[in-house]
């Protein structure tokens, strides 16, 4: 995971209270329940992001011909191939 237990913590709560103080969601649960499928929602979308980047990656590597990661050719396939797995993922 990119980012640590802190940090998504902390962009729970973050999340939490501008959605709270700008009326867009009100919360009938606890707030530390809200926080927590926040976190894990956050978590999930993590790890879907690093699957997809391990099946991307895997599909550059089985290339015949060795793309330099980092040239434009590279970032270009990379991308593409990054998207059309969202959105064969439903996450696009």
Known sequence: MMLSDDKISHMSHVLLNELMA??????????????????RTIIAELKTGEDIDQVV?????????QLVEGSPEW??????????????????
């Open 22 to 39: 700008k009326d867009i969601v009100d919360v009938i649960e606890e707030e530390s329940e809200v926080r927590r499928e926040i976190k």
């Open 57 to 65: 990656r895997k599909k550059l590597d089985s290339y015949s011909r």
């Open 75 to 92: 970032e270009v396939l990379y991308e593409r191939f990054f998207n059309e797995e969202e959105v064969r993922r439903g996450k696009k």
